[in-house]
């Protein structure tokens, strides 16, 4: 039960395929945090289908909500706001997200507020680390963005750098894809990779223009699929294990290479923050551990269950949207194509 003077927080979370909902409370604990995932109902098909998913959400969200607000031992009454991803995402699972958010804030009298699911990432590293001080660079690496962006204090930050195509988080998807492996790409990509030989295969990394923070990884998928083609054209095998590391390779070191540029044009900048679904990879942490080891830079990234979608990073942002006053409207809509 929470006291009268506590912030508590619904937060909840339904942009792609995890129906998620968890309770926090003042900013700092966690009292309950339920993730439905449907990653078993999307995996035949090699990939998220919307229609699929946006029903499997209105079947698990009352479910998912009341067992977040029952294990945090709460009611409604209790509640101060509840926190809803409104974008970006698929445009029929945000509506089923926002439609209920709306719906609950409503009858209980309390404030609605729309989180953006990219703000949502970053805010994971705060639930972990409520301690980060400003200014902080956050790479954000997901199935749907690429950036570097520069936190001058709380929602008040700079986009220094994105992909002009594909996503990292995609290309892990598209190459798993493509060697067989299964979906989402990115952990098995990194499971083969832990077999195979990264220097196997002398793979592209896109740097761009040499003062770019911008992200390329098209021309890397690219040579990847033309590596598979030429050797089945030619009848030769591939092993898998080698190609998934090689291309493990390449995307850590482009992430890691510009994110040390950036580092390098601001020097007032201490602490650098991971986020997204790729911020998992266990390869990208070391390697960046490793570039800044014995440095002034302080390195943090939320654990693997907050990496990826999730309610409590609603939840979290949604505390300092709320403390802020920046409250949303009863009209608020899904808007899929939001962005930084
Ligand atoms: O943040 P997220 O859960 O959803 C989006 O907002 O897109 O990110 C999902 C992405 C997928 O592309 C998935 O393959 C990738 O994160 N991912 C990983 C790992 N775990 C998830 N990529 C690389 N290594 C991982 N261990
Ligand atoms: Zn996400």
Redesign the pocket.
């Known amino acids: 039960m929470a006291g009268t003077k506590d912030i508590v927080i619904l937060g909840i979370e339904t942009s792609?395929d995890e129906t998620s909902a968890a309770v926090l409370v003042n900013g700092k604990e966690l009292k309950s945090h339920i993730i439905s995932s449907q990653i078993e109902t999307h995996r035949k098909y090699g990939g998220v289908v919307p229609e699929i998913a946006s029903r499997e959400h209105c079947l698990h969200i009352k479910n998912v909500v009341e067992q977040a607000l029952t294990q945090a031992e709460v009611d409604f009454n209790d509640l101060s706001a509840i926190a809803v991803t409104y974008g970006p995402g698929l445009v029929g699972s945000l509506l089923v997200g926002v439609a209920a958010a709306k719906a609950m804030a409503y009858a209980a009298g309390i404030p609605l507020l729309g989180i953006n699911?990219l703000e949502g990432?970053v805010y994971a590293n705060f639930l972990e680390h409520p301690d980060l001080e400003f200014p902080i660079l956050c790479l954000l690496a997901?199935?749907?963005h690429t950036n570097l962006i520069l936190f001058k204090g709380h929602f008040d930050y700079e986009v220094l750098g994105k992909t002009r195509d594909d996503a990292a988080?995609?290309a892990?998807?598209k190459i798993a894809r493509a060697l067989g492996l299964g979906y989402?790409?990115?952990?098995y990509?990194?499971k083969a990779a832990a077999r195979g030989n990264p220097k196997a295969f002398n793979l592209p990394r896109a740097m761009l223009e040499a003062e770019s923070l911008d992200f390329s990884f098209s021309g890397l998928k690219s040579a990847v699929l033309n590596t598979l083609n030429t050797a089945r054209m030619k009848g030769e095998h591939v092993d898998i294990n080698d190609l998934a590391a090689s291309f493990q390779e390449a995307v850590v070191e482009v992430l890691v290479a510009k994110t040390k540029r950036a580092l390098a044009k601001l020097p007032q900048v201490k602490t650098l923050a991971l986020a997204?679904?790729?911020a998992?990879?266990t390869l990208l942490r070391e390697a960046l551990a490793k570039e800044l080891e014995g440095g002034d830079i302080r390195f943090v990234y939320p654990s693997l269950k907050l990496c990826?979608?999730n309610g409590a990073m609603i939840a979290m942002a949604g505390y300092y949207h709320f403390i802020k006053g920046n409250y949303a409207s009863w009209k608020l809509n899904a808007v899929p194509g939001l962005n930084l």
């Open positions: 792609c699911h990432h997901s199935g749907g988080g995609e892990f998807d989402p790409g990115g952990p990509i990194q997204g679904g790729v998992a990879n990826t979608d």
